[in-house]
C-alpha cells in the first residue's frame, strides 16, 4: 500500500507556472505507475498526465501536451507535473495516483490510489 501527498499549489496568473509534487511512502515507489489527474467545479475528473515505473515513458491529455511535463525520482519517492503557460481553463483540484501495473494507466478507475488533491487556480 502508498499513502501520496500532493503539494504546490496555488494561484497564479495566466501565463505562469507551477510545480506540483506528491510524495509517496513506503520503499517500493518504483512498482508504481504514477498519474496526475484534476477536476474542475462541476466537472469530472479528467486524465492529465501518466508516467511509467522508470519513467522512460510520458502521456499527455492533449490539453495539456506541450505545457506540462510529468516526471518521476523514485530515490525520492517523488512524482511532479510542471506546468507552464497556464491558462483559466487548467483551473481545478490536481489528484496524483498510484497503480502497481506494467503500463501506462489512462482512466481513473485503473489506479488504486490517491492523494487528496492540491488547488490550482489560473487567473486572466
Known amino acids: 500500500q502508498v499513502q501520496l501527498v500532493e503539494s504546490g499549489g496555488g494561484l497564479v496568473q495566466a501565463g505562469g507556472s507551477l510545480r506540483l509534487s506528491c510524495a509517496a511512502s513506503?520503499?517500493?515507489?518504483?512498482?508504481?505507475?504514477m498519474g496526475w489527474f484534476r477536476q474542475a467545479p462541476g466537472k469530472e475528473r479528467e486524465f492529465v498526465a501518466t508516467?511509467?515505473?522508470?519513467?522512460?515513458?510520458?502521456y499527455y491529455a492533449d490539453s495539456v501536451k506541450g505545457r506540462f511535463t510529468i516526471s518521476r525520482d523514485n530515490a525520492k519517492n517523488t512524482v511532479y507535473l510542471q506546468m507552464n503557460s497556464l491558462k483559466p481553463e487548467d483551473t481545478a483540484v490536481y489528484y496524483c495516483?498510484?497503480?502497481?501495473?506494467?503500463?501506462?494507466?489512462?482512466?481513473?478507475?485503473?489506479?488504486?490510489?490517491w492523494g487528496q488533491g492540491t488547488q490550482v487556480t489560473v487567473s486572466s
Open positions: 513506503g520503499r517500493t515507489f518504483s512498482i508504481y505507475v
Open positions: 508516467i511509467t515505473r522508470n519513467g522512460s515513458m510520458k
Open positions: 495516483a498510484a497503480d502497481r501495473s506494467y503500463s501506462a494507466r489512462y482512466y481513473s478507475h485503473d489506479y488504486d490510489y
